[in-house]
């Protein structure tokens, strides 16, 4: 299993641009999420999702958007970028279907984000 | 006040030591908590869950006090492979069918030689 993998690794952007960032699991999670992780922060939850066609609002959902039309996939869009969201992005899954399961959250290896 | 607090260091011990690293949580009604480690430029993995009566893991002890609203992590022996940011996680109250944890901003151990 390749587990949780993210796209690109490194991206810069302008201010204004709009771009995907990708994310996809191979171990039939349901519960997927995205988190942002800035210095002195710690790590922040932006949306998940709890199943194919069902997706909520974290902290800090301001500025992004997803959506989740299949269970491996879970894209995360910055509708139109800012200096404010230059960070590290981390895609998480979990197995729900075992008791307790939101304990361990699988994350992906993050996607390093700036923003001109 | 932050709803998960850590110190964030950076502890910097020989190997060979014993090291703590405490956490505060706010929310005294929080159910579930966990310590994850995150290597420099990683992701975060899952160290260990903490439990009520304490548990233990090899040369990791993580401890729980509900009263004063802290957590724990216990390092012995420390080796150089064990430096890396540990992240103390909050599953808060009424969360557990959507998974939002809440991450302390992590404590970095640096393991000389």
């Known amino acids: 299993n390749a587990g949780v993998t993210q796209t690109p690794k490194f991206q810069v952007l302008k201010t204004g641009q709009s771009m995907t960032l990708q994310c996809a699991q191979d171990m039939n999670h349901e519960y997927m999420s995205w988190y942002r992780q800035d210095p002195g922060m710690g790590l922040r939850l932006i949306h998940y999702s709890v199943g194919a066609g069902i997706t909520d609002q974290g902290e800090v959902p301001n500025g992004y958007n997803v959506s989740r039309s299949t269970t491996e996939d879970f894209p995360l869009r910055l509708l139109s970028a800012a200096p404010s969201q230059t960070s590290v992005y981390f895609c998480?899954?979990?197995?729900?279907?075992?008791?307790?399961?939101?304990?361990?959250?699988?994350f992906g290896p993050g996607t390093r984000l700036t923003v001109l | 006040r932050k709803e998960v607090e850590q110190d964030p260091g950076p502890f910097n011990v020989p190997e060979g030591a014993t090291v703590a690293f405490n956490c505060t949580y706010s929310n005294s009604a929080s159910q579930s908590f966990f310590w994850y480690r995150q290597d420099c430029r990683k992701e975060p993995k899952l160290l260990m869950s903490v439990y009520s009566s304490g548990n233990e893991d090899g040369r990791f002890t993580a401890q729980l006090n509900r009263a004063s609203q802290y957590i724990s992590l216990l390092i012995r022996d420390s080796k150089l492979s064990d430096s890396a940011t540990y992240l103390c996680?909050?599953?808060?109250?009424?969360?557990?069918?959507?998974?939002?944890?809440?991450f302390g901003q992590g404590t970095t151990l640096q393991v000389k030689p």
């Open positions: 998480a899954s979990s197995d729900t279907r075992r008791q307790n399961s939101y304990n361990e959250q699988f």
């Open positions: 996680v909050v599953l808060p109250v009424g969360s557990s069918n959507t998974g939002k944890l809440i």
